[in-house]
Every structure is written in structure tokens, then in C-alpha cells.
């Protein structure tokens, strides 16, 4: 079953204070990912991965192109949807795992963690009870959980951040190097997180410099050069 | 998020005399949505405020609001008793200045139970009550209740007047620059506070800033203002993140990064 479908997607950047030159990035983007399978996708940096990435969340603007999305039993376009659409589509189809966490002050780790589900309406102390077991299984000391997470090292807060992530159940997520910052042992945790969130349906999409970890999560592999704009001669 | 809006604006413009404060603004807002409008100082943003808020008459257009028996009124064409009801329990009015929202020379307790007089509230021990709860939640000590606001520093002014505001349960927040001439400190108590409560309770809430991290933090969607127009609408990471009018780049680009 194709949980997310993108189609012919194409961006450009106009950078209007630097004499309007164009920069573009990407043109005919086209891929599925089945529920259950994770693909990554490949090339050097600069290639267009994040963009991408960001394209698909809708934190990027499209210039044409489709994302689709499945929710409700439908395939739902999220590059053209109303900002509305976007945000009910992030609350219960598509979810995102950024790299750097961006703190909001004086909101403890714990809380940063079991917020997502706070908001879906769960219950605030089994929202932290559940909080606190995804900071144990990625080995985040409890004497940090009561602490905003802004003075946490680089490692720590990547930690908190993928807790954050992974405690929701989104049929599709998204990976932005999760593991950039982690050491070995933490790394086999995320490992075995996308694995289980693979048996339990979910289609991921997801950027991975580390070559053994890709290896070991990803079923397929996109090259982005493959996406390269082909300049007119 | 329900499925019908709050509020509908639709080619709303201001003009003072030949002067252009706002033109041409057209927005829908939702249940629990939090619209950040952005601009620099002159841009028509507080000009706009006002006009939603009905504090200014528009010179065309029209802002129809769902009023809480579901129908539907023109803010405009309301008679007086009706837009008092708005305005002191159905609405608040978050000003950056806390002198401007809070009657400095009555006690605290005053300040958060006159807004519950106004909807008739007549029991002096349940208004004080009332008003010692909602101190707690804007983490006011209970033996201030007896202060004047002459007295609190200005985090605590801002925090009192959230709660003289919040106390009636509006379900519409205009908030003007909330957070402006703040220490840092103090503001990102503010930003935690405002933020937790727009969630708890619901609100939807129209908040002008000129600080995009302000918007990036507590908003879902924003609009850009130049010259009295709204040149660039649309979700607030989207609109921060991949800016697209060459002043909306300006903007992004001018924050200082620490």
C-alpha cells in the first residue's frame, strides 16, 4: 500500500537580495514508499536531500509537483493543501524527526518529549510516563529529564529530539539524520527504533550520511542527482 | 481544529483621511488558531489590530464574527450593548504596555475580578477565588492579590493583565507586541506562559510582533505587512523557513543569530 507518493516536484529559490538570481534545486522528484519500508535517499551534500525533505513536510514551498499523502482512506496533496490541511495532515499522517531540536525555554525534556502526545489529547502523566520510557531506551540520564533541554549537549538533545519523533504513531516519517550526533550504542537504539516502527506499518523517508546505518535501515535507496535541474546550454 | 472559522475578514481597509493604515485584507480565522501578523513599525500591523478588534471603524469591508449562539454579525453593525459583551467577555485585548489594559491604582484581585463583574459575577468570595486562581496560573504569589500593579515589575504587569483578560474565557485574544519591552528573561517566561495557555484553553488569537521568533513560537500561521498590505500569507514555518517576497527575505535574514 503507497503511504506517501511524490510526483514531478520541482524548487527553485529566487534569492531577491542577492539580485534575484536563481538557484534551483530539484526538478521531476518523483518516488513511492510503501507502509513498512524506508527509503533514503542518497547523493552528495548540496544534491537537494533536505530540500526535498523539507518539500515533503511543507516547510519548502513547491513549485509544482504533488505530495500525497494517505489519510482518511484518500490520497491527500499536502503541497497545494491550505495551511489548515497541512497542519491536520502533521498531526495525524506525516510526522518529522529534524535534526537540530529547537528549544523552547524553560519546557523540561520530559514535557518537550510527551508534548506531541499532550496535544493528540493523551493524558498528561501517561504522556509522561511514556515520555520517560522512550529517554530510558535512548539512555538520556533521568537526573536531565526536569531540565530544559537547551543547555544539553549536541548528542543529548538529538536524543530528546528523536524521543519527540518516534513517540507518535504517524503513518509516515520523516528522518533528517537522526543519528548525526549519537554514539555507537545509542546508534543501534535508533536502528532498532526504525525497525520497529517498519513492522508496525510505518513508511519513512529519511536522510542518512552514516554508511552503516543506512545500510542496515534503508530497503531502498533514491539517488537525488538523479533529480539534478538540467541547466538549459 | 473545528470546521467552521471564528472569524471571516473580508477586503478590510483603513484609510485616515487620504493616509493608508491597511488595505485589502481578507483572512479567515479558526478555532484554536494562533494568526501572527509581522511587519516593521508602520506597516499597518496594530492599525489592523485595532480595526479587528472594533477599537477603529474601518473605512470599507467588513469582519464577521461567529458569535457564541452561532450566528453570524458583522463586528461593524453591532448596537453598543452587543459589542461591550465582545469586547469585555467574549474577547481580550492583550496590550504591550500593561498600564494600557490594567487600572494601575486597584488592587491585583481587582484587575482580574472587575472583568468577571462586568458579566455579573456578584459573589465577592467566589470572584476573589476566581481571581486567586488564575493569579497562580500566570504564577502570580497569592499575597500579592492586595498590590497594586504600581508596584509588580513589568513581567508581572504583562502576566496580570494575560490573566485579566483570560478570566471571562474569551475565545478570541488580540495581543499587541505582548512580549515588546521585556528583558529576554522575562519574556521567554512570558512566551512558556502564553503558549501553554493558548493550548490548554483553546484560544484562537491574533498576535502582532515585530519578533519573528515570537511568531515562529507561538503561531500557526502568519501574514506579512508592508505598506499598510499584506504581501506574504501562509504557514509560519513555511513562510520563515522558505520566504519568498524580497522583504519577507529581508525580514528572515535580518535576525540575529546567538
Same mark, same amino acid.
Given at each position: 500500500?503507497?503511504?506517501?507518493?511524490?510526483?514531478?516536484?520541482?524548487?527553485?529559490?529566487?534569492?531577491?537580495?542577492?539580485?534575484?538570481?536563481?538557484?534551483? !534545486?530539484?526538478?521531476?522528484?518523483?518516488? +513511492?514508499?510503501? $507502509?513498512?519500508?524506508? @527509503? *533514503?535517499? %542518497?547523493?552528495?551534500?548540496?544534491?537537494?536531500?533536505?530540500?526535498?525533505?523539507?518539500?515533503?513536510?511543507?516547510?519548502?514551498?513547491?513549485?509544482?509537483?504533488?505530495?500525497?499523502?494517505?489519510?482518511?482512506?484518500?490520497?491527500?496533496?499536502?503541497?497545494?493543501?491550505?495551511?489548515?490541511?497541512?497542519?491536520?495532515?502533521?498531526?495525524?499522517?506525516?510526522?518529522?524527526?529534524?535534526?537540530?531540536?529547537?528549544? !523552547?525555554?524553560?519546557?523540561?525534556?520530559? +514535557?518537550?518529549? $510527551?508534548?506531541?502526545? @499532550? *496535544?493528540? %489529547?493523551?493524558?498528561?502523566?501517561?504522556?509522561?510516563?511514556?515520555?520517560?520510557?522512550?529517554?530510558?531506551?535512548?539512555?538520556?540520564?533521568?537526573?536531565?529529564?526536569?531540565?530544559?533541554?537547551?543547555?544539553?549537549?549536541?548528542?543529548?538533545?538529538?536524543?530528546?529530539?528523536?524521543?519527540?519523533?518516534?513517540?507518535?504513531?504517524?503513518?509516515?516519517?520523516?528522518?533528517?539524520?537522526?543519528?548525526?550526533?549519537?554514539?555507537?550504542?545509542?546508534?543501534?537504539?535508533?536502528?532498532?527504533?526504525?525497525?520497529?516502527?517498519?513492522?508496525?506499518?510505518?513508511?519513512?523517508?529519511?536522510?542518512?550520511?552514516?554508511?552503516?546505518?543506512?545500510?542496515?535501515?534503508?530497503?531502498?535507496?533514491?539517488?537525488?542527482?538523479?533529480?539534478?535541474?538540467?541547466?538549459?546550454? | 481544529?473545528?470546521?467552521?472559522?471564528?472569524?471571516?475578514?473580508?477586503?478590510?481597509?483603513?484609510?485616515?483621511?487620504?493616509?493608508?493604515?491597511?488595505?485589502?485584507?481578507?483572512?479567515?480565522?479558526?478555532?484554536?488558531?494562533?494568526?501572527?501578523?509581522?511587519?516593521?513599525?508602520?506597516?499597518?500591523?496594530?492599525?489592523?489590530?485595532?480595526?479587528?478588534?472594533?477599537?477603529?471603524?474601518?473605512?470599507?469591508?467588513?469582519?464577521?464574527?461567529?458569535?457564541?449562539?452561532?450566528?453570524?454579525?458583522?463586528?461593524?453593525?453591532?448596537?453598543?450593548?452587543?459589542?461591550?459583551?465582545?469586547?469585555?467577555?467574549?474577547?481580550?485585548?492583550?496590550?504591550?504596555?500593561?498600564?494600557?489594559?490594567?487600572?494601575?491604582?486597584?488592587?491585583?484581585?481587582?484587575?482580574?475580578?472587575?472583568?468577571?463583574?462586568?458579566?455579573?459575577?456578584?459573589?465577592?468570595?467566589?470572584?476573589?477565588?476566581?481571581?486567586?486562581?488564575?493569579?497562580?496560573?500566570?504564577?502570580?504569589?497569592?499575597?500579592?492579590?492586595?498590590?497594586?500593579?504600581?508596584?509588580?515589575?513589568?513581567?508581572?504587569?504583562?502576566?496580570?493583565?494575560?490573566?485579566?483578560?483570560?478570566?471571562?474565557?474569551?475565545?478570541?485574544?488580540?495581543?499587541?507586541?505582548?512580549?515588546?519591552?521585556?528583558?529576554?528573561?522575562?519574556?521567554?517566561?512570558?512566551?512558556?506562559?502564553?503558549?501553554?495557555?493558548?493550548?490548554?484553553?483553546?484560544?484562537?488569537?491574533?498576535?502582532?510582533?515585530?519578533?519573528?521568533?515570537?511568531?515562529?513560537?507561538?503561531?500557526?500561521?502568519?501574514?506579512?505587512?508592508?505598506?499598510?498590505?499584506?504581501?506574504?500569507?501562509?504557514?509560519?514555518?513555511?513562510?520563515?523557513?522558505?520566504?519568498?517576497?524580497?522583504?519577507?527575505?529581508?525580514?528572515?535574514?535580518?535576525?540575529?543569530?546567538?
Amino acid at each position: 500500500m503507497t503511504a506517501l507518493s511524490v510526483r514531478n516536484l520541482a524548487k527553485t529559490f529566487t534569492m531577491h537580495l542577492r539580485g534575484g538570481i536563481s538557484l534551483p !534545486v530539484v526538478e521531476n522528484v518523483t518516488f +513511492d514508499i510503501n $507502509a513498512g519500508e524506508c @527509503v *533514503v535517499l %542518497g547523493g552528495p551534500s548540496g544534491a537537494g536531500k533536505s530540500s526535498i525533505l523539507k518539500m515533503v513536510y511543507g516547510n519548502y514551498g513547491v513549485d509544482s509537483g504533488e505530495v500525497l499523502i494517505a489519510h482518511d482512506g484518500d490520497m491527500v496533496d499536502l503541497a497545494s493543501a491550505d495551511p489548515r490541511t497541512v497542519l491536520t495532515l502533521r498531526r495525524d499522517a506525516i510526522g518529522y524527526v529534524s535534526q537540530f531540536l529547537r528549544t !523552547v525555554p524553560r519546557v523540561s525534556a520530559l +514535557d518537550v518529549v $510527551a508534548e506531541p502526545l @499532550v *496535544v493528540r %489529547g493523551t493524558d498528561k502523566e501517561e504522556a509522561q510516563r511514556r515520555a520517560g520510557e522512550m529517554l530510558s531506551r535512548l539512555n538520556l540520564p533521568e537526573r536531565l529529564w526536569s531540565l530544559p533541554p537547551a543547555t544539553f549537549s549536541g548528542g543529548e538533545q538529538q536524543r530528546v529530539n528523536i524521543a519527540r519523533g518516534f513517540i507518535t504513531h504517524h503513518p509516515v516519517l520523516l528522518l533528517d539524520e537522526p543519528t548525526a550526533s549519537l554514539d555507537a550504542a545509542n546508534r543501534a537504539v535508533v536502528v532498532g527504533m526504525i525497525a520497529q516502527k517498519k513492522r508496525e506499518g510505518v513508511a519513512m523517508l529519511g536522510i542518512f550520511h552514516d554508511e552503516e546505518v543506512r545500510a542496515e535501515v534503508a530497503d531502498r535507496i533514491v539517488d537525488v542527482t538523479g533529480f539534478a535541474v538540467r541547466q538549459a546550454a | 481544529m473545528s470546521d467552521e472559522p471564528l472569524l471571516r475578514v473580508s477586503n478590510l481597509t483603513k484609510y485616515y483621511g487620504s493616509r493608508l493604515g491597511c488595505a485589502d485584507v481578507n483572512f479567515e480565522l479558526y478555532p484554536g488558531e494562533v494568526l501572527a501578523i509581522v511587519g516593521e513599525s508602520g506597516s499597518g500591523k496594530t492599525t489592523l489590530l485595532n480595526t479587528l478588534s472594533a477599537n477603529l471603524e474601518p473605512t470599507s469591508g467588513e469582519a464577521l464574527y461567529r458569535m457564541r449562539d452561532e450566528s453570524w454579525r458583522n463586528i461593524y453593525e453591532l448596537s453598543e450593548a452587543e459589542r461591550r459583551f465582545l469586547t469585555r467577555t467574549d474577547w481580550g485585548f492583550v496590550h504591550q504596555n500593561p498600564a494600557d489594559g490594567l487600572r494601575m491604582t486597584v488592587s491585583a484581585g481587582a484587575n482580574v475580578g472587575e472583568r468577571l463583574m462586568a458579566v455579573g459575577d456578584r459573589h465577592y468570595g467566589k470572584i476573589r477565588d476566581t481571581a486567586l486562581d488564575w493569579l497562580g496560573r500566570v504564577e502570580i504569589a497569592a499575597d500579592r492579590i492586595d498590590d497594586q500593579p504600581r508596584s509588580f515589575s513589568g513581567g508581572m504587569r504583562q502576566r496580570l493583565q494575560i490573566a485579566r483578560n483570560l478570566v471571562t474565557g474569551p475565545r478570541l485574544v488580540f495581543m499587541d507586541e505582548p512580549t515588546g519591552g521585556l528583558d529576554v528573561s522575562v519574556q521567554a517566561r512570558l512566551l512558556d506562559l502564553l503558549r501553554q495557555l493558548v493550548g490548554e484553553l483553546g484560544l484562537s488569537a491574533i498576535v502582532v510582533t515585530h519578533d519573528l521568533a515570537v511568531a515562529r513560537l507561538l503561531s500557526h500561521r502568519m501574514m506579512v505587512m508592508k505598506d499598510g498590505h499584506v504581501i506574504e500569507a501562509g504557514l509560519t514555518d513555511r513562510v520563515l523557513d522558505d520566504p519568498r517576497e524580497p522583504y519577507t527575505q529581508l525580514l528572515v535574514s535580518s535576525i540575529l543569530q546567538v
